[in-house]
Protein backbone atom coordinates (compact mmCIF):
# COMPACT_ATOMS: atom_id res chain seq x y z
CA UNK A 1 0.00 0.00 0.00
CA UNK A 2 3.06 3.02 0.23
CA UNK A 3 4.93 1.63 -1.93
CA UNK A 4 2.83 0.75 -4.83
CA UNK A 5 -0.24 2.80 -6.84
CA UNK A 6 -3.49 1.19 -7.37
CA UNK A 7 -4.25 0.07 -11.32
CA UNK A 8 -7.27 1.53 -11.88
CA UNK A 9 -9.12 0.61 -14.94
CA UNK A 10 -12.58 1.97 -16.58
CA UNK A 11 -14.81 -0.65 -17.20
CA UNK A 12 -17.43 -3.01 -15.91
CA UNK A 13 -17.67 -6.19 -14.33
CA UNK A 14 -19.92 -9.26 -12.82
CA UNK A 15 -19.28 -9.13 -9.34
CA UNK A 16 -16.78 -12.41 -8.72
CA UNK A 17 -13.83 -13.67 -6.94
CA UNK A 18 -10.84 -13.74 -8.05
CA UNK A 19 -9.34 -17.19 -6.80
CA UNK A 20 -11.08 -19.94 -4.87
CA UNK A 21 -9.74 -22.48 -3.01
CA UNK A 22 -11.52 -25.74 -2.62
CA UNK A 23 -9.80 -26.70 0.82
CA UNK A 24 -10.08 -25.03 3.90
CA UNK A 25 -6.61 -25.89 5.55
CA UNK A 26 -4.72 -23.73 2.24
CA UNK A 27 -4.29 -20.57 2.87
CA UNK A 28 -3.74 -17.91 -0.38
CA UNK A 29 -0.86 -15.46 1.42
CA UNK A 30 -0.02 -13.56 -1.66
CA UNK A 31 -1.83 -12.57 -4.84
CA UNK A 32 0.41 -9.93 -6.96
CA UNK A 33 1.65 -9.27 -10.50
CA UNK A 34 5.20 -11.28 -11.06
CA UNK A 35 8.19 -9.19 -10.41
CA UNK A 36 9.48 -10.05 -14.54
CA UNK A 37 7.24 -7.39 -15.81
CA UNK A 38 5.20 -9.49 -17.24
CA UNK A 39 1.94 -8.50 -16.34
CA UNK A 40 1.86 -12.41 -15.03
CA UNK A 41 0.07 -12.99 -12.02
CA UNK A 42 1.55 -14.74 -9.06
CA UNK A 43 -0.24 -16.40 -6.43
CA UNK A 44 1.61 -18.18 -3.34
CA UNK A 45 -0.01 -20.33 -0.55
CA UNK A 46 0.65 -22.88 1.76
CA UNK A 47 -0.88 -25.68 3.44
CA UNK A 48 -1.44 -24.60 7.14
CA UNK A 49 -3.27 -27.83 8.96
CA UNK A 50 -0.09 -30.16 8.88
CA UNK A 51 -1.61 -32.36 6.29
CA UNK A 52 -1.02 -33.56 2.60
CA UNK A 53 -3.54 -31.61 0.58
CA UNK A 54 -5.31 -32.17 -2.51
CA UNK A 55 -6.91 -28.88 -3.82
CA UNK A 56 -8.52 -27.23 -6.88
CA UNK A 57 -7.91 -23.32 -7.34
CA UNK A 58 -10.66 -21.91 -9.60
CA UNK A 59 -9.86 -18.29 -11.11
CA UNK A 60 -11.84 -15.35 -11.50
CA UNK A 61 -10.47 -14.59 -14.90
CA UNK A 62 -9.39 -16.26 -17.96
CA UNK A 63 -6.29 -17.97 -17.82
CA UNK A 64 -3.67 -19.05 -20.64
CA UNK A 65 -0.96 -20.76 -18.74
CA UNK A 66 -0.09 -22.06 -15.02
CA UNK A 67 3.03 -22.92 -14.06
CA UNK A 68 4.77 -23.77 -10.84
CA UNK A 69 7.43 -21.72 -9.70
CA UNK A 70 10.04 -21.26 -7.02
CA UNK A 71 10.20 -18.83 -4.81
CA UNK A 72 12.30 -16.41 -7.18
CA UNK A 73 9.08 -16.86 -10.17
CA UNK A 74 10.87 -19.13 -12.43
CA UNK A 75 8.56 -21.13 -14.05
CA UNK A 76 9.68 -25.04 -13.11
CA UNK A 77 6.69 -27.16 -14.31
CA UNK A 78 3.89 -26.13 -16.38
CA UNK A 79 0.60 -27.20 -14.93
CA UNK A 80 -2.57 -28.60 -16.81
CA UNK A 81 -5.97 -26.33 -15.57
CA UNK A 82 -9.36 -26.59 -17.20
CA UNK A 83 -11.90 -24.05 -16.95
CA UNK A 84 -9.76 -21.21 -15.04
CA UNK A 85 -8.72 -23.80 -12.36
CA UNK A 86 -6.29 -26.53 -11.91
CA UNK A 87 -5.77 -28.82 -9.42
CA UNK A 88 -2.55 -29.34 -6.97
CA UNK A 89 -0.90 -30.94 -4.05
CA UNK A 90 0.29 -29.57 -1.12
CA UNK A 91 2.61 -31.34 1.59
CA UNK A 92 3.02 -30.84 5.15
CA UNK A 93 3.18 -26.74 5.87
CA UNK A 94 4.55 -26.68 1.70
CA UNK A 95 4.64 -22.99 0.36
CA UNK A 96 3.48 -23.27 -3.40
CA UNK A 97 3.86 -20.42 -6.01
CA UNK A 98 1.97 -20.38 -9.23
CA UNK A 99 2.55 -17.93 -11.72
CA UNK A 100 -0.35 -17.97 -14.62
CA UNK A 101 -0.46 -15.93 -17.74
CA UNK A 102 -3.62 -14.26 -18.16
CA UNK A 103 -5.59 -14.34 -21.65
CA UNK A 104 -6.76 -10.48 -23.01
CA UNK A 105 -4.53 -8.77 -20.95
CA UNK A 106 -5.22 -4.77 -21.41
Known sequence: ELNCLPLVIKGYTNDCAMLSVSAENVVVDTVKQAEDGSGDVIVRMYESGNSFTRC???????????????????????????????????????????????????
Open 56 to 106: RIGFGFDVDKVYITNMLEEPEKEIVFDKNAVDVELKTFEVLTLKIKVKNKI
